[in-house]
T-cell receptor, first 110, second 112 residues
Framework: RKEVEQDPGPFNVPEGATVAFNCTYSNSASQSFFWYRQDCRKEPKLLMSVYSSGNEDGRFTAQLNRASQYISLLIRDSKLSDSATYLCVVKGGSNYKLTFGKGTLLTVNP | EAEVAQSPRYKITEKSQAVAFWCDPISGHATLYWYRQILGQGPELLVQFQDESVVDDSQLPKDRFSAERLKGVDSTLKIQPAELGDSAMYLC??????????FGPGTRLTVL
């Protein structure tokens, strides 16, 4: 089983749609969780951290279920500018290593 | 806004040649990371430095890859000899300790 697994995608949605990305992780001792965004041919950038209580940042909502080892990202009212690859990231181990999922490509269409 | 600098941005080389990539982290960031990202995959950690010391190089193919951060500031990643399968984006990141990592723009390597 891979350490971090994401929906394979790609996702193609119209503007204004709500889209959800799912991710599972294998190491129950993982300490921190994140969603990164990566535009085509650019570097990854932190979108938001994910907390057990769930957290929201504008149109973005992230959820963590430690019991199920499951992470999600919900994007409401999708914009064209949301088109990117979304990477699920887990931090853990003695060196706080980041482990990335393969990413899920989102294309928002006009 | 401070940024992680990398050079070159693009590198094309023939297999069996040597290549080197350079990274200058954000000033004051003690932790520096090199990642490799193959097309369609997420970044994979190659090596992690804390100041000038290597703290994790378990995924670094040490027969051909080497990395150094001699003065605990900038860093160089070298591949010798390059192989076709090394074609990828090489990303450098830095962080103040073990907090958020900030990525540089990457070096896109093509091995012919």
């Amino acid at each position: 089983r891979k350490e971090v697994e994401q929906d394979p995608g790609p996702f193609n949605v119209p503007e204004g749609a709500t889209v959800a990305f799912n991710c599972t992780y294998s190491n129950s001792a993982s300490q921190s969780f994140f969603w990164y965004r990566q535009d085509c041919r650019k570097e990854p950038k932190l979108l938001m951290s994910v907390y057990s209580s769930g957290n929201e940042d504008g149109r973005f909502t992230a959820q963590l279920n430690r019991a199920s080892q499951y992470i999600s990202l919900l994007i409401r009212d999708s914009k064209l500018s949301d088109s990117a690859t979304y990477l699920c990231v887990v931090k853990g181990g003695s060196n706080y290593k980041l482990t990335f999922g393969k990413g899920t490509l989102l294309t928002v269409n006009p | 806004e401070a940024e992680v600098a990398q050079s070159p941005r693009y590198k094309i080389t023939e297999k069996s040649q040597a290549v080197a990539f350079w990274c200058d982290p954000i000033s004051g960031h003690a932790t520096l990371y090199w990642y490799r990202q193959i097309l369609g995959q997420g970044p994979e950690l190659l090596v992690q430095f804390q100041d000038e010391s290597v703290v994790d190089d378990s995924q670094l193919p040490k027969d051909r890859f080497s990395a150094e951060r001699l003065k605990g500031v900038d860093s160089t990643l070298k591949i010798q000899p390059a192989e076709l399968g090394d074609s990828a984006m090489y990303l450098c990141a830095s962080s103040p300790g073990y907090n958020e990592q900030f990525f540089g723009p990457g070096t896109r390597l093509t091995v012919l």
